[in-house]
């Protein structure tokens, strides 16, 4: 195909919402272009969830190296600065080789990490990290975020309720640094020239992609997730580690102690999935307003948009 010699040298980024097809999407482009997949998903690092996170199977990653799928441990909590120092290496080995790089994901954090640049703050030392998370037990979510908006207020305005783990972060950077994490954050770099990659970014009808996020559960109940979530409570994890924080865990969890029924749970879990995927579309549509678009969710029909996307997939810059 044309666009195969067009992206020699470059890297391919596709993003998506959960359940939107992106990861069939980006197979079938990187067999087009001799092409490495990179995940971008902060969930389908975590090898504890094969299931829930929807990590390719090992069929679909036949014929296909792919990177950075279920290579970490629960119990160990991956931030986006340690998912880029992992990734930048094996992009640039893909381009050494002559292959190109599909980086694909729903975790939009990282591709503005990759884009925009991801902000070089000092490590936190333990203390104050144990202070801030006694801080937060003493205060409560609301008075905490008071607290930032005092000395941060763009970090308190950007990060969503309920969102301890950045909350806290924030605050850590202030307290370890004297320095608020928004400022950090304006003087970076992007990881990537603009002139390395091209995107696309799937933003399907929501009503069609709801449908998917409730089917996809659905699958993955029958796919072993009640085992899947059984494994992962025995290993005793902290609650705010990301990976207990998936979509599916908190729902099954109460079903596994005996709160709810099956049923119950399910519901719960399809209602958070699509609540997720709506936080996945506002924050993509806001946030790549120039990234080509992928409107259709059937497989054929979207593979074919992708295609007409040839012209449209020129290097940024």
């Given at each position: 195909?044309?666009?195969?010699?067009?992206?020699?040298?470059?890297?391919?980024?596709?993003?998506?919402?959960?359940?939107?097809?992106?990861?069939?999407?980006?197979?079938?482009?990187?067999?087009?272009?001799?092409?490495?997949?990179?995940?971008?998903?902060?969930?389908?690092?975590?090898?504890?969830?094969?299931?829930?996170?929807?990590?390719?199977?090992?069929?679909?990653?036949?014929?296909v190296p792919h990177h950075l799928f279920g290579v970490a441990d629960g119990a160990d909590g991956w931030s986006v600065g340690r998912w880029l120092r992992a990734a930048s290496p094996i992009l640039a080995d893909?381009?050494?080789?002559?292959?190109?790089?599909?980086?694909?994901?729903?975790?939009?954090?990282?591709?503005?990490?990759?884009?925009?640049?991801?902000?070089?703050?000092?490590?936190?030392?333990?203390?104050?990290?144990?202070?801030?998370?006694?801080?937060?037990?003493?205060?409560?979510?609301?008075?905490?975020?008071?607290?930032?908006?005092?000395?941060?207020?763009?970090?308190?305005?950007?990060?969503?309720?309920?969102?301890?783990?950045?909350?806290?972060?924030?605050?850590?950077?202030?307290?370890?640094?004297?320095?608020?994490?928004?400022?950090?954050?304006?003087?970076?770099?992007?990881?990537?020239?603009?002139?390395?990659?091209?995107?696309?970014?799937?933003?399907?009808?929501?009503?069609?992609?709801?449908?998917?996020?409730?089917?996809?559960?659905?699958?993955?109940?029958?796919?072993?997730?009640?085992?899947?979530?059984?494994?992962?409570?025995?290993?005793?994890?902290?609650?705010?580690?990301?990976?207990?924080?998936?979509?599916?865990?908190?729902?099954?969890?109460?079903?596994?102690?005996?709160?709810?029924?099956?049923?119950?749970?399910?519901?719960?879990?399809?209602?958070?999935?699509?609540?997720?995927?709506?936080?996945?579309?506002?924050?993509?549509?806001?946030?790549?307003?120039?990234?080509?678009?992928?409107?259709?969710?059937?497989?054929?029909?979207?593979?074919?948009?992708?295609?007409?996307?040839?012209?449209?997939?020129?290097?940024?810059?």
């Open positions: 195909m044309a666009y195969a010699e067009n992206m020699k040298g470059q890297i391919l980024l596709i993003a998506g919402p959960t359940a939107s097809g992106k990861s069939a999407l980006a197979l079938r482009a990187a067999r087009a272009v001799d092409g490495e997949i990179v995940n971008a998903d902060a969930l389908q690092l975590y090898a504890d969830l094969r299931v829930l996170s929807a990590r390719p199977s090992e069929a679909e990653q036949a014929g893909i381009l050494a080789r002559g292959r190109t790089p599909v980086m694909v994901g729903g975790t939009g954090l990282y591709f503005k990490a990759l884009t925009e640049g991801l902000a070089d703050v000092p490590p936190t030392p333990a203390a104050v990290r144990q202070s801030v998370t006694a801080m937060f037990d003493t205060l409560g979510e609301d008075r905490f975020r008071a607290l930032l908006a005092s000395a941060d207020p763009d970090a308190a305005r950007r990060i969503e309720a309920g969102d301890r783990m950045r909350l806290s972060r924030a605050m850590e950077v202030l307290e370890a640094t004297g320095r608020p994490l928004s400022a950090w954050q304006a003087d970076t770099a992007p990881a990537l020239e603009p002139s390395a990659w091209r995107a696309a970014v799937i933003l399907p009808d929501r009503a069609e992609l709801y449908a998917r996020c409730d089917a996809r559960f659905d699958a993955m109940l029958a796919g072993g997730a009640l085992e899947e979530v059984r494994a992962l409570l025995t290993k005793g994890l902290n609650p705010n580690l990301p990976v207990m924080k998936a979509v599916g865990v908190r729902e099954l969890e109460r079903h596994l102690a005996g709160e709810l029924t099956l049923e119950a749970a399910a519901d719960l879990a399809r209602q958070e999935t699509r609540r997720y995927a709506k936080r996945q579309l506002t924050w993509l549509r806001n946030q790549t307003p120039d990234w080509p678009r992928i409107t259709e969710i059937a497989p054929e029909a979207a593979w074919g948009q992708f295609l007409a996307l040839e012209t449209a997939l020129t290097p940024s810059a």
